[in-house]
């Protein structure tokens, strides 16, 4: 966590935003740690010397008030401000409730936390990419309703516009805006924003592509989805006991109750015989599933998704 918000500070306009002091920013990213609502990447690279850190990627959400108010005058910088009221009590990161139910109803609005990369690696085309798809990732499976984001980088703010983000600067809403410009606009708070509808009419954009979304079909408890998650990184039960920290007669019954549930949801794979068979067969059908569908291991409340209509063919 240290060297993370170090590398931050690193960038030049860190101070611009935040001062002259990081603390805060260690003190808001430690009081987040395990919020469904608060995720982090760490961009690394193996040089000459080992492995070096060239980025941080953070991402929380937010209440429909704080977009809001980011979007009106006066602005603000995100980063600075959200770090404060996390440490004030007056934070606008959801909680771990808000973020199940939020997902489940009306969807979720996404806050890159601004500054994320070494100014020499930044303009590098692979880190770009690697950035997008990092993000893209971490959002996947989730009901995204609003994206919010500044970026201290002329090339990254361009980008944003042209996969359909407008710009809000002083109160008003920019669709474009003259590059020659745009380095005196951004040196002042600003945001770039994406609500769900625009996002979606943006075919083959990466950006639209964070808000494709499908409601989940089984409704894994919490504790079903953690050891789903971790069993896709690899291991055996074995292992994932140790590093769940259970006994491996638990994970054996998790296992268990996973399969029941998602076969009375009508989860199987294309051959009934393979997912009939007992041991790695019918795991692996299983995983293949969930990676493939990742908002079933998304926090939700399916009491309070919308009901799946059955249509028939009238005969």
């Known amino acids: 966590m240290g060297s993370c918000v170090r590398l931050m500070a690193s960038h030049p306009a860190f101070a611009h935003q935040y001062g002259n002091s990081s603390e805060i920013l260690f003190a808001a990213w430690s009081r987040l740690l395990g919020f469904d609502a608060f995720r982090g990447i760490v961009f690394e690279e193996i ?23 980011a979007k009106r005058a006066p602005q603000f910088w995100l980063g600075p401000v959200l ?15 808000e973020v199940r139910r939020v997902n489940s109803t009306s969807g979720l609005n996404v806050v ?6 070494r100014v020499e690696d930044v303009k590098r085309v692979e880190v770009s990419s690697l950035a997008i ?11 995204l309703k609003e994206f919010l984001a500044q970026s201290p980088v002329e090339e990254e703010t361009l980008a944003m516009m042209s996969a359909g983000c407008a ?30 509808e625009s996002a979606l009419l943006s075919h083959g954009s990466w950006a639209g592509s964070m808000f494709m979304y499908e409601h989940p079909k089984v409704g894994f408890a919490s504790s079903q989805q953690k050891l789903l998650i971790t069993a896709l990184r690899g291991g055996t039960d074995e292992e994932l006991a140790e590093e769940l920290d ?23 794979s294309s051959n009934d015989h393979e997912w009939a068979e007992r041991g790695k067969e019918r795991k692996r059908t299983l995983l293949d599933y969930v990676r493939a569908h990742p908002e079933e291991l998304r926090p939700v409340d399916m009491k309070l998704m919308p009901r799946r209509v059955e249509h028939s063919s009238g005969e």
């Open 47 to 69: 040089n000459g010397t080992g492995v070096r850190v060239f980025g941080v990627g953070v991402l929380v959400f937010v209440t429909d008030e704080f977009v809001e108010e």
């Open 83 to 97: 770090a404060a009221r996390v440490m004030s009590g007056n934070s606008p990161v959801l909680s771990n409730a």
């Open 112 to 117: 890159p936390w601004p500054l994320g990369f």
């Open 133 to 143: 798809g990092s993000f893209i990732e971490q959002v996947r499976g989730y009901q």
């Open 167 to 196: 710009l809000a600067t002083c109160g008003e809403e920019h669709t474009s805006v003259d590059p020659n410009v745009l380095k005196e606009i951004i040196e002042q708070p600003y945001v770039i924003y994406l609500r769900r």
């Open 246 to 268: 259970v006994s491996l007669s638990a994970v054996k019954k998790a296992w268990q109750s996973i399969y029941a549930k998602a076969e009375a949801s009508g989860i199987q």
